[in-house]
């Protein structure tokens, strides 16, 4: 089975300076990999996906996220961080669930606070 | 303004009721998924549909139904046999092909059991 693993609960992080959280993978074949974040209450949105190709993925509000297949992980980052990017993050990967259908597969997520 | 709805956003439910959670499409995408959020342990699968009229068990599917009459909707009902049915529960829909695959959510409906 794929999966994926967040190893930090809680990331605190001062505004204005630079942000990572950390997903590592765990699959077998190429990795469909996926970082969604959710404010409180509120439905999960998509931030950026690694399909194949460039190993640095850019997505929504600034976001962008470094695939490293030997290390094999999926780490999001941005530059520089928002109080408004405190939020839960969550990694997801896809995972086939036969006769041609998928369904993706969830870290536990990682809450980010970002300090004014 | 196309998008996933659900609704009620919060539902209070007794113990020994079955209640019904909607899900409303109007993306037109064939694949619907039902997850269950509790802290600290991110989604789990409840149940997903690829196509009208079929549906497959997820991970914990185990006290919960669901039905996919129509390509836009997909209900979950919760019975009375889910032991520990309080949590906040995303509907989710997605288009399998064309390079796309990522998921988009409804804003949720949480689930309070009294």
């Known amino acids: 089975a794929q999966s994926v693993a967040q190893p930090e609960d809680q990331v605190n992080v001062a505004e204005g300076n630079p942000l990572t959280v950390k997903c590592t993978y765990s699959v077998s074949g190429n990795p469909y990999l996926f970082w969604y974040v959710q404010y409180p209450n509120r439905g999960l949105q998509f931030l950026l996906k690694?399909?194949?190709?460039?190993?640095l993925v850019k997505g929504s509000y600034g976001f962008e996220a470094e695939f490293n297949k030997s290390q094999t992980s999926f780490h999001l980052k941005k530059p520089s961080a928002l109080v408004s990017d405190s939020a839960l993050y969550f990694c997801?990967?896809?995972?086939?669930?036969?006769?041609?259908?998928?369904?993706?597969?969830f870290g536990k997520g990682t809450k980010l606070s970002v300090i004014p | 303004d196309g998008g996933i709805t659900q609704s009620p956003k919060y539902l209070f439910r007794k113990e020994g009721q079955n209640v019904t959670l909607s899900c409303e499409q109007n993306l037109n995408h064939d694949a619907m998924y039902w997850y269950r959020q509790d802290p600290g342990q991110g989604l789990r699968l409840i149940y997903y549909?690829?196509?009208?009229?079929?549906?497959q068990k997820g991970d914990i599917a185990e006290g919960y139904s669901v039905s996919r009459e129509k390509k836009e909707s997909f209900p979950l009902t919760v019975t009375s046999a889910q032991k520990n049915p309080t949590a906040f529960y995303l509907c989710?829909?997605?288009?399998?092909?064309?390079?796309?695959?990522?998921?988009?959510f409804g804003p949720g409906t949480r689930l309070t059991v009294l």
């Open positions: 690694y399909i194949t190709g460039d190993n």
């Open positions: 549909s690829q196509i009208v009229n079929d549906f």
């Open positions: 989710a829909s997605s288009i399998q092909e064309f390079g796309v695959y990522e998921q988009f």
């Open positions: 997801a990967v896809r995972e086939p669930t036969g006769a041609g259908s998928y369904q993706l597969t």
